[in-house]
């Protein structure tokens, strides 16, 4: 049994970037039983290697040599007494002076080895961790050690390895005559076997840290950084992405692998093989408990542990008959990428054998292309292979959780999130390990990929992005209740209604999301001209994973436009019955796009308001029933209308009150002329199967002839001209105990009837109060004796807007 007494902790370059930082590593560390591995001061290590660069390339390098040498003595200065700064900066002095005698030597020579380069590199974490061990030494007993006398690597196939034995053997013989509280060692650099210092790859210090926990025999690994731990996702990617309680090494490596930059994959495997746990740690926040990783592994309740993604990735296809049943085909094509040391880093091959897929990096396609083509010359010209290409434009999505062993859907449900946000898969690949599935895909969708499986399998704030078109009546009561019920949606649905963009038909606003605040006044205060490109641009900007458009207006020029925001993958929205009633060929196309790109197209509101009506409808159809014939008062402009009049009031002034209570169409004359009430029943026609159009349909106009091209204003000031007609109408209805009403039929062959007619006050279509609409269904399965009747106020701003709303958190409700 191994006694386990040091804490190992490494400090990475942002918690040593300047003497404040210092300070707080002090705080962070408890003085006694400590191994402090350190990284070179932030950006030192980039800036030795990029002076080094210069120096080679005949380009200035002195004065920000001088500028780098300064930092640290400005350290020095801060942290240490005059009487105890001295030693160091001689020896930093000396170092300085030593970089730059090299420095000329490789400007003159105009190159430098790998050799000269491991040696400028190394001296960066050897003043952290010299400044560092002076620091401590003023209250405890510590000492610096630089790794080089120690730590013994070699690389093989590229790859750094370490002599654990002659490093542990050094390690023992080194503290055979030394004793200390705090050791204070320089990461990232080791010697050569010949004694030599070479540096133990980029990032380094991970795997450093995780060398001397290893040959301590740790109590526990601290990886002290300038996050709070691993995160599920890429925070700068991800908003919502959240820090990860406990990790397993297996888990670990693989978020670590694609690129959680957090941890050096590296670092895992010595950790692993003694069973230290690594804590990753923010020195920025030293309470947060950060990320804890261990041989335990625990299932998370998301399914999933986290999403991580490596960009410019090329996905290469091999192809061919000639490969079926033919056994070696992948191992000659491993083999060519092993001779031309290219790392492949996903497969995916289906049984059928006919193609292999391989993902590599981006930078390498060009020689791994070559390779191929050459080495499979005689199978590519008897035709047995295809011509090998490449697709350099890939990026791997990677879900990752020791959760998913065992664990049915968690493929489907990834898959089926990246499906709904229309994203493509060009390649899948999922270990027998079952720990990581990873997807190829477009690394243009990269941003919105990442965010939808993230939303998915959190179930954090699952976004949307809405462009509100038409704040007009209906529009701005939309808008006003979104904003009331938007923190309800958010905690009991998930779901965050982001507001990109409201647009008027003169001006419109662009934002992150307009419901900060007070939409209304943001508005009207910041509003710019209208311009729909850049609406629709704003609203796909910024990767959220699915957009729609509510257009509030009754523009029929605004419903021209379905196809292209389908095509745009949008969904769509709307109480305007422009689309759907219109041109049967265009219907019939924005049906189709809609299921082909995989949009939703809702429109409740288009008929009868709130009413549940045409999703009754919908749901009748799909579940086999058949509509015989459908009739009712589908206008809520003329229910009130004559409802009023049977009041005895006068015509004109009931319609300029319908207008100013918001049950009008924008122009009054929509609704008198019958035109609105036939474009419903068109609606419901196309809905029930029939190919119907409005041209179909004789309508009764109600708007006096004379009255019919003027403006609206002109028609409301002259309309009392023509109360009489329709009044007496009303009245003499009402003599004989009826009511006139505006119904309309779908009859059982698909042809729709509207009439004007006058109905004993006792019928079900003249029992209506206010606004309200009714239409009766009858179906095979509700027949003629109890048909199914829905009723109740169809039109105004607040029903029609609940209807609208209802809609879009049916939408929500599909996307995630
Ligand atoms: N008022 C009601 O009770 C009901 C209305 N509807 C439908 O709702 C829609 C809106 O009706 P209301 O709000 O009453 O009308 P409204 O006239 O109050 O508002 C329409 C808005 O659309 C904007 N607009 C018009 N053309 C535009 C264009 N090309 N681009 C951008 N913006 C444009 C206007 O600036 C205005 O803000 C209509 O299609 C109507 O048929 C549906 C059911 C009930
Ligand atoms: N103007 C319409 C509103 C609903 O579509 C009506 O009065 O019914
Ligand atoms: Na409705």
């Not at 731990?229 to 090494?249: E, M, R, W």
């Not at 949307?464 to 949606?489: F, K």
């Not at 998930?494 to 409201?502: F, M, S, Y």
């Not at 992150?512 to 509003?527: P, Q, R, S, V």
């Amino acid at each position: 049994m191994i006694k386990r007494y040091y804490t190992v902790h490494k400090f990475g370059g942002s918690s040593v970037a300047n003497a404040e930082r210092f300070v707080e590593v002090k705080k962070i560390l408890t003085g006694t039983k400590e191994v402090i591995v350190v990284s070179a001061t932030k950006g030192t290590t980039s800036k030795l290697q990029l002076l080094m660069d210069n120096a080679r390339d005949g380009l200035a390098w002195q004065e920000e040599l001088a500028a780098l040498e300064k930092s640290h003595q400005i350290i020095i200065e801060s942290l240490l007494p005059d009487n105890k700064r001295g030693d160091l900066l001689q020896v930093i002095g000396h170092d300085f002076a030593t970089i730059a005698n090299v420095f000329n030597t490789v400007s003159q020579i105009g190159n430098y080895s790998t050799d000269i380069q491991d040696f400028i590199l190394g001296y960066g974490e050897q003043w952290s961790a010299q400044i560092l061990t002076a620091y401590l030494a003023l209250s405890t007993n510590t000492l610096y050690l630089d790794a080089t006398k120690v730590l013994y690597s070699y690389k093989k196939d590229g790859v750094v390895c370490i002599d654990w034995e002659r490093s542990e053997a050094a390690l023992i013989n080194y503290f055979q005559d030394k004793k200390f509280d705090q050791l204070v060692v320089t990461g990232f650099i080791a010697s050569t076997p010949e004694g030599k210092r070479t540096t133990l790859g980029r990032n380094g210090s991970d795997f450093s840290g995780a060398i001397f926990a290893k040959l301590f025999h740790a109590i526990e690994l601290i990886i002290w950084t300038d996050v709070d731990g691993i995160y599920t996702a890429h925070p700068a990617k991800v908003k919502n992405a959240f820090c990860i309680d406990t990790l397993s090494y297996k888990e670990a490596l693989e978020l670590a692998y694609f690129g959680a930059s957090v941890l050096h994959p590296m670092t895992i495997a010595p950790a692993q093989d003694d069973n230290i746990p690594i804590y990753i740690k923010d020195s920025y926040n030293p309470a947060a408990p950060g990320t804890y990783i261990s041989h335990t592994s625990t299932k998370s309740e998301h399914g999933i542990k986290g999403l991580t993604y490596v960009d410019d990735i090329a996905l290469i296809n091999i192809e061919g008959a000639g490969m079926a049943g033919v056994s070696g085909s992948a191992a000659r094509i491993f083999q060519i990428m092993q001779q031309c040391n290219i790392s492949v880093i996903l497969i995916s091959q289906a049984s059928s054998e006919h193609s292999l897929c391989i993902a590599i990096a981006n930078k390498f396609a060009a020689k791994a292309i070559e390779a191929l083509n050459t080495n499979l010359q005689f199978e590519i010209e008897t035709g047995q292979i295809n011509k090998v290409t490449a697709d350099t434009t890939c990026a791997i999505l990677a879900a990752v959780g020791d959760g998913m062993i065992g664990s049915p859907g968690v493929a489907g449900k990834f898959f089926d999130t990246l499906a709904k946000a229309n994203i493509n898969i060009r390649a899948i690949a999922q270990g027998s390990s079952e720990r990581n599935i990873s997807a190829v895909i477009d690394s243009k969708d990269i941003n919105k990929a990442l965010q939808a499986a993230h939303a998915s399998f959190y179930l954090a704030d699952q976004p949307i992005a809405i462009g509100l078109i038409g704040p007009g009546g209906i529009g701005a009561a939309l808008l006003n209740q979104i904003a009331a019920a938007r923190d309800s949606v958010k905690a009991k649905n998930k779901v965050d209604l982001c507001l990109r963009g409201i647009m008027s038909s003169k001006k419109m606003i662009l934002a992150e999301n307009a419901l900060d605040g007070d939409w209304k006044t943001n508005f009207e205060e910041n509003a710019t001209e209208a311009d729909l490109d850049k609406f629709i641009e704003h609203l796909l900007s910024d990767d959220i994973p699915h957009a729609v458009i509510i257009d509030c207006t009754a523009s029929n020029e605004l419903s021209k436009q379905y196809l292209s925001f389908f095509n745009k993958g949008i969904n769509i929205i709307t109480p305007n019955k422009h689309a759907n009633a219109g041109d049967l060929d265009y219907y019939r196309q924005i049906m189709a796009a809609s299921h082909k790109k995989g949009c939703h197209y809702l429109y409740e509101a288009t008929v009868c308001a709130g009413l549940p009506v045409i999703s009754t409808l919908q749901d009748l159809v799909k579940t086999g029933d058949e509509v015989v014939t459908i009739e009712g008062v589908v206008s809520g402009t003329l229910s009130f209308i004559f409802n009023e009049l049977g009041k005895g009031r006068i015509f004109s002034d009931v319609v300029r009150e319908a207008r100013e209570l918001g049950y009008t169409e924008p122009d009054p004359r929509e609704d008198l002329s019958g035109q609105d009430v036939a474009r419903k029943l068109v609606c419901l026609a196309r809905e029930s199967g029939y190919s119907v159009s409005l041209s179909d349909i004789q309508v009764t106009n109600l708007v006096p002839e004379a009255l019919r091209s003027c403006s609206i204003d002109e028609f409301l000031t002259r309309l009392p001209e023509f109360d009489g007609t329709i009044m007496e109408m009303a009245a003499k209805a009402k003599a004989n105990n009826e009511k006139v009403c505006y119904a309309g039929k779908i009859h059982e062959d698909g042809k729709i009837t509207v009439a004007i007619q006058s109905v004993a006050e006792s019928h079900p279509l003249a029992r209506l109060n206010g606004t309200d609409n009714i239409l009766i269904f009858q179906t095979s399965r509700y027949n003629s004796s109890r048909p199914m009747v829905i009723q109740g106020p169809g039109a105004g701003a607040e029903v029609t807007a609940a209807g609208v709303f209802a809609d879009l958190l049916r939408l929500t409700s599909y996307l995630y």
